[in-house]
C-alpha cells in the first residue's frame, strides 16, 4: 500500500473516482483513494443515474456536459461499460414565461456547441407519446443527454485511474486528519498516511470528518425519493427508449426504466437525515420511505402522464443525499489551509461529477483557479453560518425544485 503520496482522495464515490481519474490523467498519479466500505457505498449506488443537460446556468450546462465526457473516456479506457443511455430529455414549460425563458437561453447552447431546440406541444407529444400536452406551452429539447448506471461510472473510472498508476484502498476508513507542516497526515485502518495534497469527497460525512479542523461546513444529509413502476404493457411496446421528461408543475424527473417508469420527486417539505451525526454503521441503505408528502406530486404527474395512474408501484427508494444552501457543490481549497481541497456537497453528483472533477483536477495541477466558477468556491459561504439558517436554505432550494430562475 502506498503510504507517502501527492495527493490522497478520500471518498470513493462517483466524485472522488471522478477527481482520482482526472488527476491520473493529467499526470498525477502518486495518489491513493481511500475509501470506508465499497466504492459508491454512499449516496452513488442508488442514485437514478440522470444526467441532463438543461438548465439555467451555462456553467453548470457545461460541468454535466464534461460529466458524460469524463465517463465515456473512462469506459473506453478501462472497457468497463458506463451504460450510457442516450435518450434526451425534454423540459417542459409549465407556463408562458419558461418557454420564454427557454428561447432565452438558446444562443448559450450554441455557444457551448449542445443541440437545444425548442419544440412545440405537437412535437412533444410525438417525441413523448404519454405526455398530455394540453397542459402545457412545449419542451427545451437537449437530444444528447440521458442517463448513466452510477455503479458502473464509478467503477470504470477506478479503473481507468489505476491503470493510469493510481492506488485505490477499500474498507479504509480516515478516522483523523490533521496537518503536520507542509504535509497532512491521515490515520487509516491500516496505519497512517501521509500527503501533500488531500481531497475530502466525503458528501455529508465531510462536515464532521472536518469539524475537528474547525471547519463548519454547511452540508447537510436530507432525504429523497425515486419511484419505480411496475412493467407498464405500453413502455414495453415501445420501440425506443423515451426521453427523460422535467416538469416543474409536478416538480419532478421521470425517465424509462426498463419497460416502467422512474419517477424523482423534488416535495415541498424535504425532510432531513442524521442531524445529530451520521450513524457510524451506516452501510448501503435506504431509509423508510414516506410517500404522504410525495401525493399531491404523484397526482399531478396522473394528469401529466396520465399512463402512470395506471401504474403500480414496485418500489418506492429513499435515500439521503448532500445538499448545500445554495444546491450547488463544495469544489476548491480550503482557505488557510494549504493542500486541504473540497469536492463535496454534490446533489447532483452522477450529472456534475466528472465535470467538476475536470474542473478540481486542472485547478491542484496548475495552481489556478478556474475562470468564472465563483458559484462552485468551496469558500463562498464562510465558516459562520449557523446551522439553522443553512438548514432553512436548503429547504428551499429543494422544495423550488425545478423552479427556474426569473433572471435571464
Ligand atoms: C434517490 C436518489 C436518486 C438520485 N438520483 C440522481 C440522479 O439521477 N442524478 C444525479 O446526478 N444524482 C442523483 N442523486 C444524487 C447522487 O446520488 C449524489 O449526488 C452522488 O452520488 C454524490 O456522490 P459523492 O461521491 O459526492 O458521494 P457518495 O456517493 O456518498 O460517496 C462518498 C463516499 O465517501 C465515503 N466515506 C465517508 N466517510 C469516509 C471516511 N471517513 N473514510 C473513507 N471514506 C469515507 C463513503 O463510504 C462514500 O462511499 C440521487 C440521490 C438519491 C438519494
Redesign the pocket.
Known amino acids: 500500500m502506498k503510504t507517502d503520496v501527492q495527493v490522497a482522495v478520500?471518498?470513493?464515490?462517483?466524485?472522488?473516482?471522478?477527481v482520482l481519474y482526472w488527476l491520473s490523467r493529467l499526470g498525477w498519479t502518486d495518489t491513493l483513494l481511500?475509501?470506508?466500505?465499497?466504492?459508491?457505498?454512499?449516496?452513488?449506488?442508488?442514485?437514478?443515474?440522470?444526467?441532463t443537460y438543461f438548465g439555467p446556468y451555462p456553467k453548470m450546462t457545461a460541468l454535466f456536459a464534461g460529466s458524460i465526457r469524463t465517463y465515456l473516456q473512462a469506459q473506453e479506457a478501462s472497457g468497463q461499460s458506463v451504460s450510457f443511455h442516450q435518450t434526451g430529455s425534454l423540459r417542459l414549460a409549465a407556463t408562458e414565461r419558461e418557454l420564454e425563458l427557454f428561447h432565452a437561453y438558446a444562443p448559450r447552447y450554441e455557444a457551448l456547441g449542445i443541440p437545444f431546440h425548442i419544440r412545440s406541444p405537437q412535437e412533444v407529444a410525438e417525441l413523448h407519446p404519454f405526455i398530455d400536452t394540453s397542459g402545457i406551452h412545449g419542451a427545451a429539447h437537449t437530444p444528447t443527454d440521458g442517463?448513466v448506471d452510477?455503479t458502473g461510472a464509478?467503477t470504470a473510472l477506478a479503473k481507468a485511474a489505476r491503470q493510469n498508476g493510481a492506488a485505490v484502498e477499500r474498507q479504509?476508513?480516515?478516522?483523523a486528519i490533521r496537518q503536520d507542516g507542509g504535509q497532512w497526515l491521515l490515520d487509516?485502518a491500516i496505519g497512517q498516511v501521509t500527503a501533500q495534497n488531500v481531497v475530502v469527497?466525503?458528501?455529508?460525512?465531510?462536515r464532521e470528518?472536518l469539524a475537528p479542523l474547525g471547519l463548519n461546513l454547511p452540508i447537510y444529509p436530507t432525504?429523497?425519493?425515486?419511484i419505480i413502476t411496475e412493467t407498464l404493457p405500453e413502455v414495453a411496446a415501445l420501440d425506443a427508449e423515451l426521453p427523460a421528461m422535467r416538469d416543474s408543475w409536478v416538480s419532478c424527473?421521470v425517465r424509462q426504466e426498463r419497460d416502467g417508469l422512474l419517477i424523482?420527486i423534488y416535495e415541498k417539505s424535504p425532510e432531513f437525515w442524521a442531524l445529530d451525526g451520521?450513524p457510524p454503521d451506516f452501510k448501503e441503505e435506504l431509509l423508510p420511505p414516506n410517500i404522504d408528502p410525495l401525493m399531491p406530486h404523484l397526482e399531478r404527474l396522473m394528469t401529466r402522464m396520465p399512463l402512470f395512474a395506471d401504474a403500480g408501484i414496485k418500489v418506492a427508494?429513499?435515500?439521503?443525499?448532500?445538499m448545500t444552501p445554495d444546491g450547488l457543490?463544495l469544489i476548491g481549497p480550503v482557505p488557510q489551509m494549504q493542500g486541504l481541497w473540497l469536492?463535496?456537497?454534490?446533489?447532483?453528483?452522477?450529472?456534475?461529477?466528472g465535470g467538476s472533477a475536470e474542473i478540481l483536477a486542472n485547478w491542484m495541477v496548475s495552481g489556478q483557479p478556474p475562470k468564472g466558477m465563483a458559484a462552485i468556491h468551496a469558500d463562498r459561504f464562510g465558516n459562520d453560518m449557523t446551522k439553522d439558517a443553512a438548514l432553512d436554505a436548503i429547504r428551499g432550494v429543494y422544495a423550488r425544485g425545478y423552479e427556474l430562475p426569473d433572471a435571464i
Open positions: 478520500i471518498g470513493g464515490g462517483i466524485v472522488g473516482a471522478s481511500l475509501e470506508r466500505r465499497e466504492l459508491t457505498s454512499g449516496s452513488t449506488w442508488h442514485a437514478a443515474g440522470n444526467t442517463h452510477p464509478t479504509c476508513p480516515v478516522t487509516t469527497a466525503t458528501s455529508f460525512w465531510a470528518m432525504q429523497h425519493h425515486e424527473n424523482g451520521i427508494n429513499n435515500g439521503p443525499f448532500c457543490p469536492a463535496t456537497g454534490f446533489n447532483v453528483g452522477i450529472g456534475t461529477g
